[in-house]
């Protein structure tokens, strides 16, 4: 018989006899089936504890069919992983849901043929329960690819295409926000109002600025397409952004940024330009990330709920999407404006 450490590894045969019951009574306690006394259920718990005993989770899985890990893709580079805080909400909340249900979390970044084709194999390869799919762009495909496999999805926000199937999501107003922060703008008096969008090949950017289109149209103002400019939702975008809607529009009085990491980066450009915010320069942002309070000045900004919505993605996939409860649901979560020193 095996040792370990001069001591025998406990057994599921162990753990039966310890609690006085069959091995297929400790099998159904530990895979948590309902059809269980308590008091059975607690004589199995105690016999756990008091042995020691590790469930094989590789032969649970096959019995059970569940591996209790749950995917978080994110489709961007690792280094933006790590710089946005966009997405340290978003796990902050999927993790504050998994860890109430027990479940693991895998998190992972997507980006590219290639490393799209490798989470795609993966994840349809009965590794996992189900996966939230979030910073989805044009290109990508592991919303067709998973649909084809069967696996349980969520996604944070739109897929850019209604072609792409996406029947569970959680979204935020993206486009009523993009509206309050132009109006913010408009209605402080500015005249030259321009927006640094984000990128065209995410739903994100392409509503947040229908929202800026729409508000400067209930307003009777037209349009000025030099004054519109796309960023990349990062720092180092939105100074560029800001550089060639300067050189390329002459000054605006104000800019709706669709990001605040933007936002921060279009700061630096105006100061290295001479021009001082809101003085000079109005800006409204978007996020309401942590930076957005310690700039300088202080961002105006339209703030979405990110943490609820990793929380919302989470409790959708595994209340929802994994039992199949229900063919589709989709949540929108609103936005609001906070007035900060800016614009």
Do not use: C, W
């Not at 560029?240 to 605006?252: F, I």
């Not at 450009?269 to 942590?290: K, M």
């Amino acid at each position: 018989m095996a040792k370990s450490g001069g001591r025998q590894r406990p057994t599921l045969e162990m753990v039966a006899r310890r609690a006085g019951v069959g091995r297929g009574t400790v099998s159904r306690v530990i895979n948590g089936s309902p059809q269980v006394s308590p008091r059975t259920r607690e004589a199995v718990h105690d016999a756990i504890a008091e042995l020691g005993y590790s469930p094989n989770q590789a032969a649970r899985t096959l019995v059970t069919r569940r591996t209790d890990t749950i995917a978080l893709v994110v489709s961007e580079s690792r280094d933006r992983l790590f710089e946005d805080p966009f997405f340290a909400d978003i796990i902050r909340g999927v993790s504050s849901v998994l860890n109430e249900r027990d479940l693991q979390l895998m998190l992972t970044t997507a980006r590219g043929e290639a490393e799209h084709k490798r989470v795609g194999d993966y994840l349809s390869g009965s590794h996992v329960d189900g996966a939230l799919l979030v910073s989805l762009h044009r290109d990508d495909p592991l919303t067709a690819r998973l649909a084809q496999a069967g696996v349980p999805v969520v996604h944070g926000g739109r897929p850019y295409s209604d072609a792409q199937p996406a029947p569970f999501r959680v979204d935020i107003d993206n486009v009523d926000g993009g509206r309050v922060a132009t109006r913010r703008l408009l209605e402080t008096g500015h005249v030259r109002v321009g927006t640094i969008t984000g990128p065209q090949d995410m739903s994100a950017g392409v509503e947040r600025l229908r929202g800026y289109r729409e508000a400067m149209a209930e307003a009777g103002r037209d349009v000025d397409e030099r004054l519109v400019v796309q960023g990349g939702f990062s720092v180092e975008s939105g100074a560029e952004a800001m550089a060639r809607l300067l050189d390329q529009g002459g000054r605006p009085d104000a800019v709706f940024v669709a990001s605040d990491m933007m936002a921060i980066g279009a700061i630096r450009t105006l100061r290295e330009r001479g021009l001082s915010v809101p003085d000079d320069v109005a800006l409204v942002g978007f996020d309401d990330a942590p930076m957005a309070r310690h700039s300088d000045p202080p961002l105006t900004t339209i703030h979405q709920p990110t943490d609820r919505m990793g929380r919302e993605m989470a409790r959708l996939l595994v209340d929802v999407a994994i039992p199949r409860a229900a063919e589709a649901e989709a949540i929108t979560l609103d936005t609001r404006l906070v007035v900060r020193g800016s614009g």
